[in-house]
């Protein structure tokens, strides 16, 4: 048995195809079949059942890959441990970001990650909450930053920020006056949300302490641009929350039409996530006292009073 036959099984059973797998293992299909045929030789047992289409793990198929993930990945914690206590910091790092963080966070610790850590290659990806945990628990991710909590029983969680929730109310708004808003004043069927999918929405949805199903009177927004919902409001469509960084990025003119909560101010909780058995936790350290470094000072909320984590809708 070898490592490198373990990682043709493990590709195999990603993608449930002997001719895919080898293309991702830059090998030929042959190369492949030969040696996971050679494994199951070796154990006496099948892994794979070639008679499905696609194909599909025996039972004693999936508990060696299981196993075969947990030597893998043992396998690579000797390197990581001899880069950490050599304080190397570098190599390919992927890392996902929900779409409403990403283009608000993103620019604000980038240039001074990649300036610190020229030889950290990050790979990232704009994904959903349920992709990043799907990739996560694949090996596909190395960590991600994602509104928490997520009561996930592999994932490690690590507070970065609390970031409140901003109204933006336009002028000739009912709410329009008002210096500061109140959980109460607020309606979820008058206010602008994102696509359902988004952790966001869910986070507006829970504030308002509303069911999931929602009644639209003229319309219903499919979108999953925060810039959209800001769009429409101006047209006097509705009022909507945004993220408090979101705010940052506003025109001077639309700065105009924001409302601040009363205290205890409702917010998100975004975090740094990754699998409790991540090996390359130098570069996630590397990443959180960046980022957290960065948005502590653009956050203006430090020693004001939130409302956080928001509790689930049922």
Same mark, same amino acid.
């Given at each position: 048995?070898?490592?490198?036959?373990?990682? !043709? %099984?493990?590709?195999?059973?990603?993608?449930?195809?002997?001719?895919?797998?080898?293309?991702?293992?830059?090998?030929?299909?042959?190369?492949?079949?030969?040696? &996971?045929?050679?494994?199951?030789?070796?154990?006496? %047992?099948?892994?794979?059942? #070639?008679?499905?289409?696609?194909?599909?793990?025996?039972?004693?198929?999936?508990?060696?890959?299981? $196993?075969?993930?947990?030597?893998?990945?043992?396998?690579?914690?000797?390197?990581?441990? &001899?880069?950490?206590?050599?304080?190397?910091?570098?190599?390919?790092? /992927?890392?996902?970001?929900?779409?409403?963080?990403?283009?608000?966070?993103?620019?604000?610790?980038?240039?001074?990650?990649?300036?610190? !850590?020229?030889?950290?290659?990050?790979?990232?990806?704009?994904?959903?909450?349920?992709?990043?945990?799907?990739?996560?628990?694949?090996?596909?991710?190395?960590?991600?930053?994602?509104?928490?909590? *997520?009561?996930?029983?592999?994932?490690?969680?690590?507070?970065?920020?609390?970031?409140?929730?901003?109204?933006?109310?336009?002028?000739?708004?009912?709410?329009?006056?008002? $210096?500061?808003?109140?959980?109460?004043?607020?309606?979820? +069927?008058?206010?602008?949300? *994102?696509?359902?999918?988004?952790?966001? #929405?869910?986070? @507006?949805?829970?504030?308002?302490?509303? +069911?999931?199903?929602?009644?639209?009177?003229?319309?219903? *927004?499919? /979108?999953?641009?925060?810039?959209?919902?800001?769009?429409?409001? +101006?047209?006097?469509?509705?009022?909507?929350?945004?993220?408090?960084?979101?705010?940052?990025?506003?025109?001077?003119?639309? $700065?105009?039409? *924001?409302?601040?909560?009363?205290?205890?101010?409702?917010? #998100?909780? @975004?975090?740094?996530?990754?699998?409790?058995?991540?090996?390359?936790?130098?570069?996630?350290?590397?990443? !959180?006292?960046?980022? /957290?470094?960065?948005? #502590?000072?653009?956050?203006?909320?430090?020693?004001?009073?939130?409302?956080?984590?928001?509790?689930?809708?049922?």
């Amino acid at each position: 048995m070898t490592i490198t036959q373990l990682h !043709y %099984v493990l590709a195999v059973a990603e993608h449930a195809n002997f001719t895919n797998a080898a293309e991702k293992c830059f090998v030929t299909q042959p190369t492949l079949s030969m040696q &996971v045929q050679k494994l199951e030789e070796e154990l006496d %047992v099948q892994i794979f059942d #070639r008679s499905k289409k696609p194909i599909k793990l025996t039972e004693v198929g999936e508990k060696i890959v299981k $196993q075969a993930k947990i030597i893998i990945n043992e396998t690579n914690r000797v390197k990581d441990i &001899v880069e950490h206590q050599k304080g190397f910091i570098g190599g390919t790092f /992927s890392i996902g970001v929900i779409p409403t963080v990403m283009p608000t966070l993103l620019p604000m610790f980038l240039k001074a990650f990649t300036k610190k !850590y020229p030889k950290v290659k990050l790979k990232i990806e704009e994904l959903s909450t349920k992709d990043i945990i799907k990739k996560i628990n694949s090996g596909h991710l190395d960590a991600a930053i994602a509104a928490t909590p *997520l009561e996930t029983d592999f994932i490690k969680e690590r507070v970065i920020y609390y970031e409140p929730f901003v109204g933006y109310v336009p002028n000739g708004h009912a709410l329009y006056d008002k $210096q500061k808003l109140e959980i109460s004043d607020l309606d979820i +069927n008058e206010i602008l949300l *994102l696509e359902d999918g988004h952790c966001f #929405r869910d986070g @507006v949805i829970n504030i308002c302490n509303a +069911n999931r199903s929602i009644n639209f009177d003229n319309f219903q *927004l499919q /979108s999953g641009s925060i810039e959209m919902l800001v769009k429409l409001a +101006n047209e006097g469509l509705g009022m909507t929350l945004l993220p408090y960084l979101h705010t940052l990025d506003l025109k001077a003119s639309e $700065q105009d039409n *924001l409302t601040f909560f009363e205290e205890p101010h409702p917010s #998100r909780e @975004v975090s740094l996530i990754y699998n409790k058995n991540e090996l390359k936790l130098h570069i996630i350290d590397a990443l !959180y006292n960046i980022i /957290s470094g960065v948005v #502590r000072g653009a956050i203006a909320f430090q020693n004001v009073k939130i409302i956080s984590p928001l509790s689930k809708v049922n």
